[in-house]
Each structure stands twice: as C-alpha cells, then as structure tokens.
C-alpha cells in the first residue's frame, strides 16, 4: 500500500489544480491533462497516479453527467450502445496498462499529453449546429461502438484528452450543437472513468484519501464548469489552459528523458 508523503502545500496545490480542471473539464474535456502531471509531479508512481485520478476524475465526470442528464442534454436510451462499447473499452485498456512498466509509462505519459494539448490547442470543431439528436440508424450504432470502444480503450490506457477526443469526434461523427455534444462527451467520460476506477481499484491501484479529496473540488469545479457551459457556452479558455498543460508535461518529458 502507497504510503502518503505529501506534504500540505502540495495537497493544497493538487486541490487547487483539481477544482480547474473539473471546471475545464465540464466544458472542454482534457481535465486529466492537468491533473495527472500534477500527481506525477508530487511524486506519485505513473501507476498510482492513473488510478487515484480516475478516482477524482470520477466525481468530476459524475458531476457534469447528471447536470447534463437533468438538463435533458444527455439521453442514456439513445445512446446505450455508446455506454456498454465505452465501458468494454475502458476495462480492456486499463488491463492493458497494469501490464506496463514504470519506465515505460514514465516515458510515454508526457508525450501522450503533449501531442493531445497540441491537438486541443489548433483542433476545431464541426461547424454544424444541430439542435436535435441524429435520427439513430444501423449505421450510427456501429459509429457508437466503434467510437466507444476507441476512447474507452484510450482512456483506460492513457486517459488525459480523453474528454477533448469525445467533443471533437462527436461534432465529426453526429452534428451535434455545442452542449448535446458535451452532454454524451462528459457523459462517456464518467463510464469510461468509472469502468477504469474499478479495475484499478482491483489491481491496488489508487490512493483513496487523496483522489477523494481531489474528488471533492472536481465535482464542485465540473459543476460551475457545467452549468457555465449551458449558460453562457464555450469561452475560448483552451489556449492559456493547454499553455500550462504542455508546460507541465514538457518538465515530466526532461525528467523522464533527460
């Protein structure tokens, strides 16, 4: 069991970058961009900190979910085939990663986090502006399963930009406006974040006190960011945001490589 060796400071500083990115989160994806090299940065093993952000990442992603789904943003019926192909995704990735090495992931991580800023920072969206969901199709079903069993898997495997791959491939894939795509992005989020805790849970994987307390100011970060999203819409927040992400995962890249 991974003893705790945090100082306060630290805790606090891990808190305060755990309410942004729940509030970033909830209305751009790429939450866990910012909190997982936080974590490798206060000095939790590449393991460990996979599992105790899905812990945290689990509150958040919960958070935003039913905010959308009370908000009728997010229909469950509609899109169950999204919900079983993300979860089968997420186990199977998270299994997957419990088999690699320290080493290994030390080095891949900040890489993985970098290339997915710099995608979030220049990507755009779709600009169709669909107010109603896709009429749902045989087709569409094989895009759900095919979409979730990608961004499951990856997010089991890797799991920061998840959130930002789900709001892009949504306005690609189904045309959707800004907040029903948010809707099933945050919504797919919290399955594949879940789906994930539990296997990492199962290898011994997380840091209960912390992810919970890292959990508390997610969920209460994702629900301003939420209900900012539906109130006002997306701001430009992504430039300054990915700035301080790639920042930080160019440190973890020069520790891990150089």
């Known amino acids: 069991m991974f003893?705790?060796?945090?100082?306060?400071?630290?805790?606090?500083i891990l808190c305060a970058v755990a309410l942004a990115a729940g509030f970033i989160d909830a209305i751009a994806g790429g939450g866990g961009m910012l909190t997982v090299p936080a974590l490798l940065t206060?000095?939790?093993p590449p393991h460990l900190t996979l599992g105790t952000n899905k812990l945290a990442a689990s509150f958040g992603s919960l958070t935003a979910s039913v905010t959308y789904y009370r908000k009728r943003l997010f229909d469950?019926?509609?899109?169950?085939?999204?919900?079983?192909?993300?979860?089968?995704?997420a186990a199977i990735g998270t299994l997957i990663v419990d088999r690699l090495s320290?080493?290994?992931?030390?080095?891949?991580?900040?890489?993985?986090?970098?290339?997915?800023?710099?995608?979030?920072?220049?990507?755009?969206?779709?600009?169709e502006q669909?107010?109603?969901?896709?009429i749902l199709t045989p087709i569409l079903r094989v895009k759900q399963w095919l979409q979730g069993l990608a961004l499951g898997f990856f997010d089991g495997i890797a799991g920061p930009g998840t959130g930002t791959f789900w709001t892009?491939?949504?306005?690609?894939?189904?045309?959707?406006n800004l907040l029903l795509n948010c809707g099933l992005a945050r919504s797919m989020n919290f399955v594949s974040n879940f789906i994930s805790l539990i296997t990492f849970v199962a290898l011994g994987h997380v840091n209960f006190i912390l992810g919970i307390t890292m959990g508390l100011f997610l969920m209460f970060g994702a629900w301003l960011g939420a209900h900012s999203a539906i109130r006002f819409g997306s701001k430009v927040i992504r430039p300054v945001f990915n700035t301080v992400v790639i920042l930080?995962?160019?440190?973890l890249v020069y520790e891990a490589y150089l």
């Not at 080095?107 to 986090?113: E, S």
Request: aromatic share 10%.
């Open 130 to 134: 669909s107010d109603k969901l896709p």
């Open 76 to 89: 469950p019926a509609f899109w169950a085939g999204s919900i079983v192909a993300t979860a089968i995704g």
């Open 102 to 127: 320290i080493e290994f992931l030390n080095k891949l991580i900040p890489v993985v986090i970098i290339l997915v800023a710099i995608y979030s920072l220049f990507g755009k969206l779709s600009p």
């Open 168 to 176: 892009a491939s949504n306005s690609v894939l189904y045309k959707m």
């Open 248 to 251: 930080l995962a160019l440190k």
């Open 3 to 12: 003893e705790l060796a945090i100082d306060p400071s630290t805790w606090a």
């Open 42 to 44: 206060a000095g939790l």
